[in-house]
């Protein structure tokens, strides 16, 4: 049985908004300044790379979740 500690819950919101984040700079928008790094108008004009940094951070967040909150508790 897993016990999971009290900043637990408080990590996974960070990976959810993270991961929210990571989609939303892929999402096109006409109205954008500049064209993306892929060659199109997106949310942002850094696409690429901010989505790897947003995903890198969710898991980042998910291996301090797994790693520190979560233990094993032995019957």
Known sequence: ???RKKGYSYLIALTIIFILAAISTLIPQ?????????GYYAHCTWTPISTIICVL????TCSI????FTTI???
Not at 33 to 38: W, Y
Not at 57 to 60: E, F, I, Q
Not at 65 to 68: F, G
């Open 30 to 38: 006409t109205s954008a300044s500049k064209a993306c790094m892929l």
């Open 1 to 3: 049985m897993k016990h």
């Open 73 to 75: 508790v032995k019957d």
């Open 57 to 60: 951070l969710a898991g980042v």
């Open 65 to 68: 979740r797994k790693r520190k």
